[in-house]
Each structure stands twice: as C-alpha cells, then as structure tokens.
C-alpha cells in the first residue's frame, strides 16, 4: 500500500469514525480492506482508495469505515463486570428508581459489535429478575456498522461464537442448534433494540441511560474524541448512573464528568455522587458460571 494512500486513511478514518491508526498499522489495514477491494472487483487498495477519495460511491465508505472499525466480541467478556452489575450497581439504581417511583431502568451497550455483550445483559437479567422488583428494563445496542447490527439482530452465531465465554447451562438454557449454529430465542432477542449510532455525532435521540457499557472502545481513540464521546455519554445520564469501560481504559485525563468507584476497575459513577457498595447483610452471589 503507497504510503500516501495509507495516510490519507488515516485522517479520513479519524474524521469519520474516531479511530486512530499508528504508523505501524499498514498490515492492519491491507488485512480488514483487501477483501472489501476483492468484493467489489476493484484492481487493489490503490483503486480502492482512490475511489473513496474521490466521494462518488457512499456504499463503499460506508464499507471501508465498517472494516476497520468492527471489533470483536464474546458472551460474559471478563465475567466480573458482570457481577459486579448483578451484586453492586443493579440494586443500587433499581432502589433508586424504586424511590422515585419510576417504571423501568435503561441499560446502553456503545458499540455493541454483534451483539454478545447486550445478550449477556439480557440474560443475566433473566438469571435473576427478581433484581429488578417489578421495574421493566430496556436495553439498547448501539454500533456504526449497519452490516454487525443485522448479524446481532439476527442472534445466530458459530460454535465458537456461542461457547466464547457462555456457560454451558445458558448455551442449553437460551440456545436452539440449528446446523452449525446456534439461534439466540426469541424471548431474548426481544429484551434488546438495536440501533445504529456514531458515538462521535449526537446521540440526544436515545434518551437517558442508567448504566452505560462503553467497554474496549476508548482504545481506539485520541484524547479529544474521548473526551467528547465521555461528555456525550453523561449528557444521557442521571446524576446517579454507572459508566463501565474496558479494562485498559481510563477517564483520567481525559474528563471530570466520571470518578472511579473504589475497589471496582472499570466502573465509573457521575462525578459529584457517592458510589455502589455492596448491600450490607447480604451473602454475594455465587461467581458467574465458567464457560463450556
């Protein structure tokens, strides 16, 4: 790839997206545009750029951008955000809005890729409703690529896609086989929206969010387009909502809008009120079962 080209690649995805390419990522890009030229019968990344440039074909930015910025995904990623949501930060909002007397509580998956992190929600949620005291419960996902929100809509994956991290009594539990792939049921895809969203534009159309999972996707940002994504995201929260990242990301000198919860990597509270402890007098749940 000419090194003009890949320049130009960079900046054009950055404008687009927010994600921010190294100089040394020329191999990364050759691997995730290579078969979008192929698809299209292009010569090779050289005519591909060149037609992207010149703006004339939308479908192909749209693919271009879509390549390089769907990541991958697995069911119960790290497991112990999770229980975290089931044994700390659920209680602590579903009482909250208990007081307030509202009806339902909102769960936000930012770039939820294919789908597996708002289905682990989704079920977690069905392991356990009595967390929720009656309140009804909305999850949305959100990604850029139109292409990953239909694959996650659909809720069919590979052998491998299914087992990444799911135990195996959730597998058997929500799961039918078909062929060599497993259908998600219904009665699961139904606990969740999906909609497509560029975190970088407004989001305002979404509403207000309790907890946000916002995970692995920081990383792939400069400075300034976390920080505007950060201001994006408690612009859609209470003053009491929970913010989880990744584990290698990190609000710090980035925004002030978010303060650490002690004790708890990953897990942010709006800054200016007090974070989720632990219920006292209650015995912690049993840790999330391994997978298959």
Same mark, same amino acid.
């Given at each position: 790839?000419?090194?003009?080209?890949?320049?130009?690649?960079?900046?054009?995805?950055?404008?687009?997206?927010?994600?921010?390419?190294?100089?040394?990522?020329?191999?990364?890009? =050759?691997?995730?545009?290579?078969?979008?030229?192929?698809?299209?019968?292009?010569?090779?990344?050289?005519?591909?750029?060149?037609?992207?440039?010149?703006?004339?074909?939308?479908?192909?930015?749209? =693919?271009?951008?879509? @390549?390089?910025?769907?990541?991958?995904?697995?069911?119960?990623?790290?497991?112990?955000?999770? =229980?975290?949501?089931?044994?700390?930060?659920?209680?602590?909002?579903?009482?909250?809005?208990?007081?307030?007397?509202?009806?339902?509580?909102? &769960?936000?998956? @930012?770039?939820?890729?294919?789908?597996?992190?708002?289905?682990?929600?989704?079920?977690?949620?069905?392991?356990?409703q009595a967390l929720l005291q009656g309140l009804a419960v909305d999850i949305v996902g959100t990604d850029l690529s139109a292409e990953i929100l239909a694959k996650a809509k659909a809720g069919t994956y590979t052998q491998f896609e299914a087992q990444r991290g799911?135990? &195996?009594?959730?597998?058997?539990?929500?799961?039918?086989?078909?062929?060599?792939?497993w259908q998600l049921h219904g009665a699961v895809r139904s606990m969740v929206s999906f909609h497509q969203a560029n975190l970088l534009h407004d989001i305002s159309r979404f509403g207000r969010f309790d907890i946000v999972f916002c995970r692995n996707v920081l990383?792939?940002?400069?400075?300034?387009?976390?920080?505007?994504?950060?201001?994006?995201?408690?612009?859609?929260?209470?003053?009491?909502?929970?913010?989880?990242?990744?584990?290698?990301?990190?609000?710090?000198?980035?925004?002030?809008?978010?303060?650490?919860?002690?004790?708890?990597?990953?897990?942010?509270?709006?800054?200016?009120?007090?974070?989720?402890?632990?219920?006292?007098?209650?015995?912690?749940?049993?840790?999330?079962?391994?997978?298959?």
């Open positions: 790839m000419k090194q003009a080209d890949f320049d130009w690649l960079r900046d054009f995805l950055k404008k687009e997206s927010g994600l921010v390419l190294s100089a040394d990522k020329t191999y990364l890009v =050759e691997s995730r545009l290579v078969p979008v030229a192929r698809r299209r019968g292009l010569a090779g990344l050289d005519e591909m750029v060149a037609a992207v440039r010149a703006g004339r074909d939308r479908e192909l930015t749209v =693919e271009v951008v879509e @390549a390089m910025t769907t990541n991958e995904s697995f069911f119960f990623r790290d497991i112990k955000p999770f =229980e975290t949501l089931r044994d700390v930060v659920l209680p602590r909002i579903v009482a909250a809005r208990k007081a307030e007397k509202a009806a339902r509580i909102r &769960i936000w998956s @930012a770039a939820c890729s294919s789908g597996q992190e708002p289905y682990t929600i989704a079920m977690l949620l069905k392991e356990n799911l135990p &195996i009594q959730l597998l058997m539990k929500y799961f039918t086989q078909a062929g060599e792939h990383i792939y940002f400069d400075n300034e387009a976390k920080s505007t994504v950060l201001s994006r995201i408690r612009a859609q929260m209470p003053k009491d909502g929970i913010l989880y990242l990744g584990g290698a990301e990190s609000v710090l000198g980035v925004t002030e809008s978010f303060t650490t919860v002690p004790g708890q990597r990953g897990i942010y509270c709006v800054a200016g009120t007090a974070a989720p402890t632990p219920a006292t007098g209650v015995k912690p749940a049993a840790p999330l079962a391994k997978s298959a």
